[in-house]
């Protein structure tokens, strides 16, 4: 994504800038806060009903339109069609994830603490290791954004070298992909700090072939001593070496990313948002290594902020990392109904066309929302969904039945894609349990389905895993809420599992034969169906 010039390679002993400088006028973006268009969205807005349309055209207005322009008569008419009717959103962009929102309710203290730790950053020193905690859609992501945003405006106000650098560990997710990004990010603040540098340095040199004073206050003796920092300067900025996505041993890309964040003095944040899928998917290096940095820099100071939605990720950590990474906590707890309705009625406002939502529709939203463990982004979701549900029946207003519906498609869209990304052998099991339900089996336990399990690996020549396995993979779906396995006792037989499916099984069903693999088995489904009989 990022563009950088081809440089070649960084010498190690680079000299360093440590008198007082100003801040590089760049204003970094963090994350998609800035590609939210918000006159964009009505474009967008009526395509939904292209359905729905089509029979709707008169054809004699058509003919008419035609009379004034031949060329643009039935593309008019069609669209005019399309744009009857009051639309519900003024700006549906701002009910996205993408946007991101200026007034965060409910998490001043969160906000504050934040803050109140950073502060130390603008002070020139380095702000204690930052741990934040909370379940999703709690405004983690939105609280840390803003704080940034805050944080680098007021180091530019005040020229203090403060930068800070986001980074979702979602999306990168190694070692390596950590690093190159952050060495690549600060080379590139490296190359504009050295460009504003060296456009003050050679204002400095025009003016001494003219004025001999102007080298006084300055840290310069001599007219050659700025030409030789200027040289200097050049040189570092053609030595800088990107670092490849891929290639690089590991060590090579930290020293990299080292000696850029070292190249002059400053305090660098950098957030690592959810922290908890790099550890899992990458183990805990990264963050040692980043952790310890601070013994080895000379010229800059380093502070992290993880951000996690696992509240035990820490668990999984080295303990000297834990303890370095948590040096400060901040919890983020789930938002209750009241709070939810707050957020919500906020960005209503904004979205919506005045008078266009009925009373009930925001406290709905958030009772929803607040079963689902006080989720924000759940709440902005349902709201959103409503109101397009409105806009496609072609209601004026968003009624508490578009907020039901809308709960129940969410809720099976999450159910689609959880079903559509188990592994094969999940969706093997799954479909033994529907395939018992669908015969009418109540209650199934564990034994039925491992029988079923069986004929379908069979079927499809995948490798049988032993019942205890299976038992596991039933927990697993149980936990993601696609069945619900009670646990009873069999007296002196000992216990089993009773299961039961808990989504809709057609539509389960549907996705899971969308799998090629799986369905080879639909084909082959009069056969199990025999074998299932007796
Ligand atoms: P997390 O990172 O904890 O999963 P986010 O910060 O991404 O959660 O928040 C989820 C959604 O809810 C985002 O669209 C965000 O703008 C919104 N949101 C969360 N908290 C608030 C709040 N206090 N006020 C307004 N919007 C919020
Ligand atoms: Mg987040």
Redesign the pocket.
């Known amino acids: 994504m990022e563009s950088h010039p081809d440089n070649p390679s960084q010498s190690s002993d680079t000299p360093h800038e440590t008198k007082g400088f100003s801040e590089p006028p760049e204003s970094q973006t963090i994350g998609g806060a800035d590609d939210t268009d918000e006159s964009g969205s009505d474009g967008v807005r009526n395509t939904s009903r292209a359905d729905g349309f089509s029979g709707d055209i008169d054809l004699d207005d058509l003919d008419l339109d035609s009379d004034t322009d031949e060329a643009d008569g039935a593309s008019r008419g069609l669209f005019d069609d399309l744009l009857e009717g009051e639309p519900i959103f003024e700006s549906k962009e701002v009910l996205r994830?993408s946007?991101?929102?200026h007034k965060?309710?409910?998490?001043e203290e969160q906000i504050n603490n934040m803050a109140t730790i950073l502060v130390t950053a603008l002070r020139g020193d380095t702000p204690s290791n930052i741990l934040i905690y909370?379940k999703?859609?709690?405004?983690?992501?939105?609280?840390a954004k803003f704080v940034s945003e805050e944080l680098e405006t007021t180091s530019q106000k005040y020229e203090v070298p403060c930068e800070v650098q986001y980074i979702n560990c979602e999306v990168t997710d190694t070692q390596y992909r950590v690093l190159a990004q952050l060495a690549n990010k600060f080379i590139e603040k490296n190359e504009i700090y050295i460009e504003n540098r060296l456009e003050d340095l050679e204002q400095l040199r025009d003016r001494t072939t003219s004025d001999s004073d102007a080298l006084n206050g300055t840290n310069f003796d001599s007219a050659d001593a700025v030409e030789d920092r200027i040289d200097e300067l050049e040189s570092d900025l053609a030595e800088f070496d990107p670092v490849p996505m891929t290639g690089w041993p590991t060590d090579r890309v930290y020293t990299t990313f080292f000696e850029a964040v070292d190249y002059h003095e400053r305090v660098v944040v950098i957030m690592l948002d959810e922290i908890d899928k790099l550890v899992e998917k990458s183990g805990d290096d990264t963050l040692y290594n980043l952790s310890r940095m601070n013994s080895e820099l000379k010229n800059s100071r380093v502070s992290i902020m993880g951000i996690s939605?696992d509240l035990k990720f820490t668990d999984f950590l080295d303990p000297r990392v834990k303890s370095s990474l948590g040096e400060e906590e901040i919890v983020?707890p789930p938002y209750d109904a009241t709070q939810l309705r707050d957020?919500l009625q906020?960005?209503a406002e904004t979205a919506f066309k005045p008078e266009t939502l009925s009373e009930d529709v925001i406290p709905l939203c958030a009772a929803f929302a607040a079963q689902e463990h006080g989720d924000?982004?759940r709440a902005?979701d349902l709201l959103r969904t409503a109101g397009e549900l409105a806009e496609r029946g072609r209601t004026e207003t968003v009624e508490e039945t578009h907020v039901r519906k809308a709960q129940e498609k969410i809720e099976l869209d999450r159910v689609v894609e959880v079903v559509r990304t188990l592994p094969t052998q999940s969706k093997l099991v799954l479909y033994a349990t529907i395939l018992l339900e669908k015969n009418g089996v109540h209650n199934i336990n564990t034994g039925e389905v491992f029988n079923i399990y069986k004929r379908l690996c069979q079927e499809i020549d995948a490798d049988v895993l032993t019942q205890r396995r299976v038992t596991d993979l039933i927990s697993e779906l149980d936990m993601l809420g696609i069945v619900n396995a009670i646990v009873v006792s069999k007296g002196r037989y000992g216990r089993t599992k009773e299961i039961n499916l808990s989504v809709p099984l057609e539509e389960t069903e549907a996705v899971l034969l969308s799998d090629s693999r799986i369905g080879e088995v639909e084909d082959a489904q009069p056969f199990v169906q025999a074998r299932f009989d007796n």
């Open positions: 994830p946007y991101t929102p965060l309710p409910h998490r909370g999703t859609g709690t405004g983690k992501t939105a609280s939605n983020f957020i906020h960005r924000a982004r902005l």
